[in-house]
Protein backbone atom coordinates (compact mmCIF):
# COMPACT_ATOMS: atom_id res chain seq x y z
CA UNK A 1 0.00 0.00 0.00
CA UNK A 2 2.00 3.31 -1.33
CA UNK A 3 2.64 5.46 1.85
CA UNK A 4 1.54 9.07 1.39
CA UNK A 5 3.52 12.11 3.69
CA UNK A 6 0.55 15.55 4.05
CA UNK A 7 1.93 18.83 5.04
CA UNK A 8 -0.38 21.19 5.61
CA UNK A 9 -0.69 23.70 8.64
CA UNK A 10 -4.76 23.68 7.77
CA UNK A 11 -6.13 20.81 9.87
CA UNK A 12 -9.31 20.52 7.91
CA UNK A 13 -7.21 20.04 4.82
CA UNK A 14 -5.36 18.01 6.49
CA UNK A 15 -8.00 16.36 7.47
CA UNK A 16 -9.92 15.57 4.43
CA UNK A 17 -7.14 14.86 2.51
CA UNK A 18 -5.90 12.27 4.64
CA UNK A 19 -9.77 10.72 4.77
CA UNK A 20 -10.03 10.69 1.00
CA UNK A 21 -6.21 8.92 0.41
CA UNK A 22 -6.93 6.65 3.52
CA UNK A 23 -11.12 5.61 1.96
CA UNK A 24 -11.14 6.22 -1.31
CA UNK A 25 -7.45 5.87 -2.33
CA UNK A 26 -6.68 2.79 -0.26
CA UNK A 27 -2.95 4.65 0.87
CA UNK A 28 -1.03 4.66 3.84
CA UNK A 29 -1.14 8.31 5.25
CA UNK A 30 0.61 10.56 7.35
CA UNK A 31 0.40 14.17 8.36
CA UNK A 32 2.68 16.70 9.43
CA UNK A 33 1.16 20.75 9.99
CA UNK A 34 4.48 21.96 9.01
CA UNK A 35 7.70 21.14 7.00
CA UNK A 36 9.67 20.73 10.77
CA UNK A 37 7.51 18.61 12.10
CA UNK A 38 7.33 16.34 9.05
CA UNK A 39 11.41 16.01 8.18
CA UNK A 40 11.23 13.13 10.51
CA UNK A 41 8.96 11.07 8.59
CA UNK A 42 10.76 11.33 5.26
CA UNK A 43 14.22 9.58 7.40
CA UNK A 44 11.82 7.44 8.83
CA UNK A 45 9.35 6.63 7.10
CA UNK A 46 10.43 7.24 3.47
CA UNK A 47 7.11 8.10 1.90
CA UNK A 48 6.25 7.19 -1.79
CA UNK A 49 4.63 10.84 -1.99
CA UNK A 50 4.33 14.06 -0.70
CA UNK A 51 1.63 16.28 -0.97
CA UNK A 52 2.51 19.80 0.24
CA UNK A 53 1.02 23.03 0.96
CA UNK A 54 2.84 26.31 -0.71
CA UNK A 55 2.80 28.58 2.14
CA UNK A 56 3.02 27.16 5.55
CA UNK A 57 4.24 28.47 9.11
CA UNK A 58 8.35 27.31 9.81
CA UNK A 59 10.29 25.76 7.32
CA UNK A 60 9.43 27.53 4.24
CA UNK A 61 8.19 25.09 2.24
CA UNK A 62 10.35 25.24 -0.98
CA UNK A 63 12.96 24.25 1.54
CA UNK A 64 11.07 21.34 2.58
CA UNK A 65 9.60 20.19 -1.12
CA UNK A 66 13.88 19.99 -2.22
CA UNK A 67 14.56 17.41 0.99
CA UNK A 68 12.13 15.33 -0.27
CA UNK A 69 13.24 16.20 -3.63
CA UNK A 70 16.79 15.15 -2.55
CA UNK A 71 15.82 11.77 -1.51
CA UNK A 72 14.15 10.80 -4.18
CA UNK A 73 10.65 10.96 -2.82
CA UNK A 74 8.17 13.36 -5.33
CA UNK A 75 5.74 15.57 -4.44
CA UNK A 76 2.84 17.37 -5.43
CA UNK A 77 2.31 20.89 -4.15
CA UNK A 78 -1.30 22.19 -3.10
CA UNK A 79 -1.52 26.15 -3.70
CA UNK A 80 -4.19 28.25 -3.60
CA UNK A 81 -1.76 30.54 -5.46
CA UNK A 82 -2.37 29.93 -9.73
CA UNK A 83 0.94 31.71 -10.38
CA UNK A 84 2.85 29.64 -8.55
CA UNK A 85 1.86 26.93 -11.28
CA UNK A 86 4.82 28.05 -13.82
CA UNK A 87 6.97 27.60 -11.01
CA UNK A 88 6.55 24.45 -10.07
CA UNK A 89 6.20 23.31 -13.90
CA UNK A 90 10.01 24.27 -14.54
CA UNK A 91 11.15 22.64 -11.08
CA UNK A 92 9.04 19.84 -12.05
CA UNK A 93 7.18 19.28 -9.27
CA UNK A 94 3.66 18.31 -9.49
CA UNK A 95 0.85 21.25 -8.12
CA UNK A 96 -2.96 21.22 -7.47
CA UNK A 97 -4.68 24.82 -7.44
CA UNK A 98 -6.85 24.94 -3.87
CA UNK A 99 -9.53 23.87 -4.07
CA UNK A 100 -9.47 20.71 -6.00
CA UNK A 101 -11.56 18.10 -6.44
CA UNK A 102 -10.74 14.85 -4.72
CA UNK A 103 -11.18 12.33 -7.86
CA UNK A 104 -8.66 14.85 -9.33
CA UNK A 105 -5.90 14.71 -6.02
CA UNK A 106 -6.54 10.45 -6.17
CA UNK A 107 -6.05 10.76 -9.83
CA UNK A 108 -2.55 13.04 -9.50
CA UNK A 109 -1.70 11.27 -6.69
CA UNK A 110 -1.97 7.53 -8.28
CA UNK A 111 -0.36 8.73 -11.07
CA UNK A 112 3.06 10.60 -9.44
CA UNK A 113 3.28 7.45 -7.53
CA UNK A 114 3.07 5.37 -11.63
CA UNK A 115 5.40 7.75 -13.33
CA UNK A 116 8.16 7.45 -9.62
CA UNK A 117 7.97 3.39 -10.08
CA UNK A 118 8.56 3.39 -13.27
CA UNK A 119 11.49 5.98 -13.20
CA UNK A 120 12.99 3.88 -10.40
CA UNK A 121 12.65 0.91 -12.65
CA UNK A 122 14.43 2.53 -15.55
CA UNK A 123 17.79 3.85 -13.07
CA UNK A 124 18.03 0.46 -11.96
CA UNK A 125 18.31 -1.02 -15.33
CA UNK A 126 20.56 1.92 -16.32
CA UNK A 127 22.31 0.97 -13.00
CA UNK A 128 22.30 -2.76 -14.21
CA UNK A 129 23.91 -1.72 -17.80
CA UNK A 130 26.61 -0.03 -16.13
CA UNK A 131 27.55 -2.80 -13.44
CA UNK A 132 27.87 -4.92 -16.47
CA UNK A 133 29.63 -2.65 -18.25
CA UNK A 134 31.66 -2.44 -15.74
CA UNK A 135 32.71 -6.52 -15.34
CA UNK A 136 33.45 -6.42 -19.00
CA UNK A 137 35.49 -3.41 -18.93
CA UNK A 138 37.63 -5.44 -16.42
CA UNK A 139 37.60 -8.13 -18.10
CA UNK A 140 39.14 -6.48 -21.19
CA UNK A 141 41.59 -4.73 -18.45
CA UNK A 142 42.71 -8.41 -17.43
CA UNK A 143 43.21 -9.67 -20.76
CA UNK A 144 45.25 -7.20 -21.79
CA UNK A 145 47.21 -7.33 -19.05
CA UNK A 146 47.92 -11.05 -18.99
CA UNK A 147 48.67 -10.18 -22.91
CA UNK A 148 51.78 -7.53 -21.81
CA UNK A 149 52.82 -10.05 -19.37
CA UNK A 150 53.07 -12.84 -22.30
CA UNK A 151 54.95 -10.26 -24.52
CA UNK A 152 57.00 -9.14 -21.95
CA UNK A 153 58.35 -12.94 -21.39
CA UNK A 154 58.67 -13.33 -24.80
CA UNK A 155 61.06 -10.20 -25.67
CA UNK A 156 62.70 -10.97 -22.55
CA UNK A 157 63.86 -14.47 -23.78
CA UNK A 158 65.18 -13.16 -27.29
Known amino acids: MPHVLV ?20 YRVSTARTGDEALPVLDRDGPDLVLLD ?3 PGMPSMEFALHATQRGIPLIVMTGHPAMGETLDRLGWGYLHKPFRIGHLLAEC ?3 IAQSKKNLVSVRASLDRLLDNRDELARLIERSRRSVEVSHSLVGRN
Open 54 to 56: AMM
Open 7 to 26: VDDQPDVRAIVEIALKEVGR
Open 110 to 112: AAT
